[in-house]
């Protein structure tokens, strides 16, 4: 793994550079949109009360307040400019995770995950997406004992983080167990992961005490299903946005293809897609967000829904495919830990994709530098158009005449 000082001289620079330009951005969105919008308004609210001494707690935010404590000392009232702090050391911690896997494209890997279209929208308003996920990378980059520290963090900014703390220590475990000596190796690992089992035990109580539920507020909107074809959608989500290097694979993903589990996936992607697939209130209501006009034009269609089985199929034969240099056990955990946070989500939203996207793009060899140059450019190019609608193009709903609704992911 790169060191910090070798991070610091070959990718400060650049990391000033991602700053200074996320700030500029931020500014044109405090020009244009200078009060609160959508979920800002509950997390801007909520620091301006701790701002002004007041610790009570807004019942309609859900995720805990680590973002809202970090922006007290500088940020209080204009919270927008924390991500920029925090999103050259996003770049920085990106860079030192992928060089955990290869140093191939490191840089121009990291600024691609960077510049994914939703994270890079929603780091310019006051969301808890870009501290979370620099909590995070974080914490798969340290030895466990302050691993578990940063992970207790990220947990503080956002519950479902715990799917990753346990793919960390999972890791650790099964990477440290002898085939010679199972049980002896086992239980030589477990003193190194005591603080992980801490902070399940801490986890457990807090839903425990919460009542069972995850989430801190509006609780009835955010019910668990079994919501299956949310890891499908993030697997379509995953190759859409690397399709630079999907296509020069295409033949290596067809043979890829060619064997028994696909047969099965045939017959269980349609299957999945049409019986587990659930449709959020906010879904159905709020024509602000991207996933609205994907449900209303095709999943809400049942044709259509099953045809993106062959998608899906391609999709997944790429991901596995890229993947393969990986161990098998560890695949085998992302896949779980990333489905253990997506299908009990009821809500089809594209920034519960970014953490697991990040890790899996993070993760894999680059193709070519050339693809990757591709995908930052397409990245780029996704993120303006989307941005550009949020800032130039408002509407108004007929029922709040006035108010100037705008398009987000």
Known sequence: MICLKE??????????FIGFVHYNLVSIVYNIVPDGYMDEIFHIGQTRRYCQGNYSWDPMITTPPGLYVLAIPLFCGRERYLNSLLYPLLFLAACRFRSRFTRSSLGLSSLSVICLPVLLHSSLLFYTDPLSLLLTLLSF????LPSSFFFLLSLSVRQTNIGWA???????LISSISPSSIIRSSLSVLPTLSPFVLLAITFLSFLYINGGSIVLGDASAHKPVVHLSQPLLFVLFSSLHTWPHVLPLLPSIASHSIRPSSVILIFILPFTLYSFYYTHPYLLADNRHIPFYIHRIVLSNYFFRLLLSIPILISISFLSFISSSSPRYL?????LSTSIILVPAHLIEFRYFITPFAIWRLSIPSPSIFSSLIELFSNLI???CVFSLF??????WPHEAGVLQRFMW
């Open 331 to 335: 695949r085998l955990l992302f896949l």
């Open 141 to 144: 980059s340290l030895p466990p």
């Open 391 to 396: 800032l130039f193009k408002p509407f108004e």
């Open 166 to 172: 346990f793919l960390y220590a999972s890791s650790v």
């Open 7 to 16: 991070l610091l001289t070959d990718y400060g620079p650049a990391s000033i």
């Open 382 to 384: 996704i993120f303006s």
